[in-house]
Structures are given as C-alpha cells and as structure tokens.
C-alpha cells in the first residue's frame, strides 16, 4: 500500500500565502508523476483541474491561471511534493489533492495514487 498525506491547506485572505506539503508513504519503488490538482466548490463529480506537476519526462506542468503565483517543488529523498502558493485570490479556493503516479514493492506494480485532499480558502 503507498498513501500520500497532504498538509499545509486553510484560512487566508486575498494577496496571502499558503505551502502545502505532499509526502508518499509505504513500500515505493519509485514515484514518477508527482503534484498536484484542485477541486473547486460546487464542482460536480470528481473533476480535478490540473494546478501543477512534475511529469516523468522531468518537465513541469502548470496551469496559466496560476503561472507566477504558485510555484511546485520536489524532494525525491523524501518521496514528497510542495506546492507554494503566493497572491492567493478568492478563486483559488478550493480542495487540493496531491497526486502520483508509483511503482511499489514487491510487485512493481504501477499505478496512480491521490490524497484526501487539503481544504484551501481565500477569502476576505
């Protein structure tokens, strides 16, 4: 089993800043994919937006509408993901999930893994 922990999420008002932490746990091989996406309030179903990742062809993914504010950072010794949030906005407000993609161990099976989510709320 390998479980990711989100901490870091809250209250903060407009122009503030948040760091939420991401940490991967358990039997893990490697993690490959790694990062994070958003559900904002009232969204139906289980769609997460891409906000930022790490991508296994060792590139970064990140969404305009956070391009400049929000910055993404990674410790592979500690199988974990940061995601510094600067000039939060009351858009912004939303659920974080930390997501990976990993291989374990024994197996070496592959698959995708997601947090319980962090809650993030900007407002005034």
């Known amino acids: 089993q390998v479980h990711l922990v989100e901490s870091g999420g809250g209250l903060v008002q407009p122009g503030g800043s948040l760091r939420l932490s991401c940490a991967a746990s358990?039997?893990?091989?490697?993690?490959?994919?790694m990062g994070w996406y958003r559900q904002a309030p009232g969204t139906p179903g289980t769609q997460h937006d891409l906000?930022?990742?790490?991508?296994?062809?060792?590139?970064?993914d990140i969404a305009d509408s956070v391009k400049g504010r929000f910055t993404i950072s990674r410790d592979d010794s500690k199988n974990a993901v940061y995601l510094q949030m600067d000039n939060l906005q009351p858009e912004d407000t939303a659920v974080y999930y930390c997501?990976?993609?990993?291989?374990?161990?024994?197996?070496?099976?592959?698959?995708?893994?997601w947090g319980q989510g962090t809650l993030v709320t900007v407002t005034s």
């Open positions: 997501n990976a993609d990993v291989v374990d161990e024994p197996y070496y099976s592959y698959f995708e893994v």
């Open positions: 358990g039997r893990i091989h490697e993690v490959y994919d």
């Open positions: 906000v930022a990742v790490f991508t296994s062809r060792g590139t970064i």
